[in-house]
């Protein structure tokens, strides 16, 4: 897949999928751009990133904040001069809990970060790449976007807004080059998950390595043919093969 000398910005990337997705760019060649809200991860991801050999920009900045995002491509511009590719990776979830126990102030902030971050992300670049008339989108969403689960519904819900956004802008850019994408993971081996509670006694999580290679392809020109597309990248923790939990019945 030939992604040399592109630039990417990849949100939530100072671990899991991110951290992975931008190591996977970077041993293509791929100028990455590190975006999170903690200073010490990014640097850290940075450092592995430059050992692969690829040049970086670490970047502090909260996807759900305007400005942030706003100098999050400034930076971008003035360091590149283009950006070829934006992965929305970062997101947040909750423990499980039912809708009856939701606060107002979490339901507004799984929108804000898992939907309203993508937004702001996806409409700062498209300038860019309408100009370009290329460009690269992948929006990473979850199984929990494909299919209610109890405990999770702020959380779905965001995530499921965010695959009709993904449908929605990809019928609106592809004129302009650009393709718009999702990835539903399932139990992903992060952070994350384990500390919502949904990683105790599983032994069915797939690597972030693994989605971070579906996202590759995505970005790649050899997925020129895909656009509008979700891709469910459940691995192991596809509900064909049974409960995605211990003690979970099927769907």
């Given at each position: 897949m030939d992604l040399n000398g592109a630039v990417a910005i990849v949100t939530g990337a100072g671990r899991g999928i991110g951290r992975a997705t931008a190591l996977a760019l970077a041993r293509r060649g791929v100028a990455v751009v590190l975006a999170a809200r903690t200073q010490a991860e990014i640097e850290?991801?940075?450092?592995?990133?430059?050992?692969?050999?690829?040049?970086?920009?670490?970047?502090?900045?909260?996807?759900?904040?305007?400005?942030?995002v706003a100098g999050m491509v400034d930076r971008t511009l003035q360091t590149y001069g283009r950006v070829d590719i934006l992965v929305n990776n970062a997101g947040a979830s909750l423990p499980e809990r039912p809708v009856v126990d939701t606060s107002l102030a979490d339901w507004e902030r799984m929108l804000r970060i898992n939907l309203t971050g993508p937004f702001l992300c996806a409409r700062a670049v498209l300038p860019i790449m309408m100009r370009q008339h290329s460009g690269k989108i992948v929006n990473v969403a979850s199984i929990g976007g494909r299919m209610g689960f109890a405990g999770i519904a702020a959380y779905g819900a965001a995530k499921a807004g965010l695959l009709h956004f993904t449908a929605s802008l990809a019928?609106?850019?592809?004129?302009?080059?650009?393709?718009?994408?999702?990835?539903?993971?399932?139990?992903?081996?992060?952070?994350?998950?384990?500390?919502?509670?949904?990683?105790?006694?599983?032994?069915?999580?797939?690597?972030?390595?693994?989605?971070?290679?579906?996202?590759?392809?995505?970005?790649?020109?050899?997925?020129?043919?895909?656009?509008?597309?979700?891709?469910?990248?459940?691995?192991?923790?596809?509900?064909?093969?049974?409960?995605?939990?211990?003690?979970?019945?099927?769907?």
């Amino acid at each position: 897949m030939d992604l040399n000398g592109a630039v990417a910005i990849v949100t939530g990337a100072g671990r899991g999928i991110g951290r992975a997705t931008a190591l996977a760019l970077a041993r293509r060649g791929v100028a990455v751009v590190l975006a999170a809200r903690t200073q010490a991860e990014i640097e850290s991801v940075a450092a592995e990133v430059e050992a692969v050999g690829a040049t970086v920009l670490p970047v502090v900045a909260d996807v759900s904040r305007e400005d942030d995002v706003a100098g999050m491509v400034d930076r971008t511009l003035q360091t590149y001069g283009r950006v070829d590719i934006l992965v929305n990776n970062a997101g947040a979830s909750l423990p499980e809990r039912p809708v009856v126990d939701t606060s107002l102030a979490d339901w507004e902030r799984m929108l804000r970060i898992n939907l309203t971050g993508p937004f702001l992300c996806a409409r700062a670049v498209l300038p860019i790449m309408m100009r370009q008339h290329s460009g690269k989108i992948v929006n990473v969403a979850s199984i929990g976007g494909r299919m209610g689960f109890a405990g999770i519904a702020a959380y779905g819900a965001a995530k499921a807004g965010l695959l009709h956004f993904t449908a929605s802008l990809a019928a609106e850019v592809k004129r302009f080059g650009i393709d718009v994408n999702a990835v539903c993971p399932s139990g992903t081996d992060t952070r994350l998950l384990h500390e919502t509670g949904r990683a105790k006694g599983r032994t069915n999580l797939i690597r972030p390595e693994e989605i971070a290679n579906v996202i590759a392809f995505l970005v790649s020109p050899e997925s020129s043919a895909i656009t509008a597309t979700a891709i469910e990248a459940y691995g192991p923790s596809n509900p064909l093969f049974g409960p995605l939990l211990p003690g979970e019945k099927c769907h």
